[in-house]
């Protein structure tokens, strides 16, 4: 369990409610507000996780990170799941469910599944309950990805840049490509993978 | 011999503020150089510029010779123009070199394409601002009239349709009618691309959104992930609009020279045979040494710290020939960080390198945040000087790092610290000195022992196996 103890907050007088923010937060946790006479980016501090990817890239450097009046807690638990499935959808992407899936959070493949075996159906929801994709908010998307279809759900178009649905993987290249290619050592790369990470049915 | 100058503080959101850097690793007593040129004599000789103003004129005069080759009669007036460029080639050597060549590239086409429309896209790692903040510093937003911005892979994505299906890059990048694209071709993340594609791997990184990164780091192998950026650069989308390339020479002794092509390929294949004879002894001299307590003493992250235009990256994996393409590795960072347990432990030992055994200690001194390195401290004995430390503690990918590592007061205890329990007397700075180590005397003397060895099994065997493996007689 990770203890946030900071969060975003919008500077009212430089914020031009471009949305940028609203369409790279991982957790959707901005949102455009109707406000007296000016529509504005808002954060609900119950989602923010402070990541800080709104502040990064704000063009008008309207975004602060601030002090939370109290932690939030973000984890998941996955003792109250059935590891049988845990360990069935971890492998049928071709992974272990104690793997590490967010490097930055250390956050495994388990608790990703416990999450989805709970109701997550999104990258977004599984960030919030896990905060993956909440450090770099680059590397773990593909992964996250994975565990979604091999647990057979279908992802839907994502809100805002977040990510498209790229499918691409070493068990999607077609085989003329492998021969066309051959400096790629795609085959070889395969077979090490299957033998490192066997099972396999994400697609 | 004296100590090698190590590269200076930079001022950036990702690094310590410079005034609580106390002591440089380089001001240690019991340290000392060696450079590259004492170890292989036929270590490439670098532009021998002692000044900015000298690299700034050398590299401008390189580039419009190289440029001179090209035909750029393509871009009409008026067309416009992206410049690529990757965060990496501003902290090259100091950055200067990189942005000269930008420079003279922007200026060369407006006067002989007759347009302005040129544009500078800058993709960045994991630092979404870092880019913007070097385009500021070197004063490249003046010299592009305000069209120079980094671009960040959580910008809006473009579909680009290759033979293995929808990839995504950042729409930005490909947002002109025409692209030039730079880059250098140091080994920098060999334990990504093995030296296979090198020069392609920013259109799958850095002018890419993170989905793409993402399956190149945790979709594919090592050696096959260096196919996605191949792709795109193949697709009709980028082939369209590609009107050349432009690259920054450089080997471990420093700045070499630029080199132009209209031809990626063939640039690749020319960059592939030189990175393999310029980098090659001196990536197998490291993986040749037993024991060294290293000390990070550079304006990077953790891994991307520097010597001698080698990363501490390199040194981390260099048990292992990296080049040697019959080695398969997982995918990810150091192939063991998806891997290993929160005790440290790799979980599958038999088929996961471990990190370099030779890394007996490791201090850190100064460094980046913005880069998930918790993985190396929960395999790594490892010590933090106090405020680095505390630099750690606010670092939104590294949010446990602390917890794996030790707080030293100061460099000075740091080090006697990591003699006592790694029993070793060698030590081994990454610091960005150029041409060279600095290394505490026994070290010095390892290095020059086992050099002429290197030299003549790079040479005589693993030489012709490289080269054999990619195809380049």
């Not at chain 2, 850095?206 to 959104?209: Q, R």
């Not at chain 2, 913005?370 to 390195?373: K, R, V």
């Given at each position: 369990m990770r203890v946030v103890n900071q969060l975003a907050r919008v500077d009212e007088k430089k914020c031009?409610?471009?949305s940028t923010c609203v369409k790279v937060c991982p957790v959707e946790a901005i949102q455009l507000e109707k406000r007296k006479k000016r529509t504005l980016a808002a954060v609900d501090d119950q989602r923010c996780v402070g990541c800080t990817i709104c502040i990064s890239i704000c063009p008008r450097q309207a975004i602060e990170r601030v002090q939370r009046k109290s932690p939030l807690q973000v984890g998941v638990s996955t003792?109250?799941?059935s590891q049988q499935t845990v360990k069935e959808i971890c492998e049928a992407a071709h992974m272990y469910p104690d793997q590490v899936v967010c490097y930055c959070h250390r956050v495994q493949a388990k608790e990703v599944v416990a999450v989805i075996l709970k109701g997550a159906k999104s990258p977004e929801e599984i960030s919030r309950a896990t905060g993956v994709r909440t450090g770099c908010g680059v590397l773990c998307i593909s992964s996250t990805i994975r565990l979604l279809r091999a647990a057979g759900i279908r992802l839907d178009k994502a809100p805002g840049y977040q990510w498209y649905g790229t499918e691409v993987s070493i068990w999607t290249i077609p085989e003329e490509v492998q021969k066309k290619y051959p400096m790629f050592y795609l085959e070889e790369d395969l077979q090490a993978i299957n033998d490192l990470f066997p099972g396999g049915k994400e697609r | 011999m004296k100590t090698l100058s190590p590269s200076r503080p930079r001022i950036s959101t990702y690094t310590l503020s410079p005034e609580l850097l106390k002591t440089r690793a380089a001001d240690l007593p019991e340290l000392t150089s060696v450079t590259f040129e004492e170890l292989f004599p036929d270590a490439p000789r670098p532009i021998p510029a002692k000044s900015r103003a000298e690299i700034r004129k050398v590299i401008r005069a390189l580039t419009l010779q190289s440029l001179d080759q090209l035909d750029l009669s393509k871009i009409q007036p008026g067309d416009s123009v992206n410049i690529l460029a990757s965060s990496h080639g501003f902290t090259v050597y100091g950055g200067e070199a990189y942005v000269e060549m930008i420079r003279t590239i922007r200026e060369e086409v407006k006067r002989r394409c007759g347009t302005d429309k040129i544009y500078l896209r800058a993709g960045v790692g994991l630092r979404f601002q870092e880019n913007d903040e070097h385009i500021k510093h070197f004063g490249l937003d003046k010299d592009f009239t305000g069209k120079a911005e980094g671009i960040t892979p959580v910008d809006r994505g473009v579909p680009i349709q290759t033979e293995i299906g929808t990839l995504y890059g950042v729409e930005k990048v490909y947002s002109a009618r025409w692209l030039i694209h730079t880059h250098n071709n140091d080994i920098r993340e060999l334990h990504y691309h093995r030296q296979i594609g090198r020069l392609f791997k920013p259109f799958a990184m850095?002018?890419?959104?993170i989905e793409t990164r993402s399956a190149y780091h945790q979709s594919m192998g090592p050696r096959a992930a260096n196919l996605l950026g191949r792709m795109i650069y193949e697709s009709p989308f980028v082939r369209d609009k590609f009107l050349c390339s432009v690259m920054l020479q450089v080997a471990p002794t420093g700045v070499i020279g630029v080199d132009a092509s209209h031809d990626l390929a063939d640039q690749d294949r020319t960059f592939t045979r030189l990175n393999l004879a310029w980098y090659g002894k001196i990536v197998t001299l490291l993986g040749r040494l037993k024991e060294t307590i290293v000390i990070i003493d550079y304006p990077g992250p953790l891994p991307y710290t520097t010597a001698g235009g080698l990363l501490f990256g390199n040194f981390i994996n260099a048990s292992v020939d990296e080049f040697d393409l019959r080695i398969p590795f997982p995918p990810y960072n150091r192939y063991s960080d998806m891997l290993v347990d929160p005790g440290g432990k790799l979980m599958k030992e038999k088929n996961l390198a471990p990190l370099n055994p030779a890394i007996r200690a490791l201090i850190i001194n100064y460094c980046s945040k913005?880069?998930?390195?918790v993985s190396f401290a929960q395999q790594l004995p490892t010590l933090a000087v106090g405020p680095q430390a505390d630099f750690f503690r606010t670092c939104e990918q590294n949010s446990t790092f602390m917890d794996y590592a030790l707080e030293a007061e100061n460099l000075r205890k740091a080090v006697d610290i990591a003699r006592r329990f790694a029993r070793t007397e060698n030590i081994l700075v990454f610091d960005g000195a150029i041409a060279g180590f600095n290394v505490s005397e026994p070290l010095a003397e390892e290095m020059r022992r086992l050099a002429p060895d290197v030299s003549r099994e790079v040479d005589q065997n693993l030489m012709p196996m490289w080269l054999r493996q990619r195809g380049i007689q």
């Open positions: 031009n409610a471009c003792g109250d799941v | 850095s002018y890419a959104t913005g880069f998930p390195c």
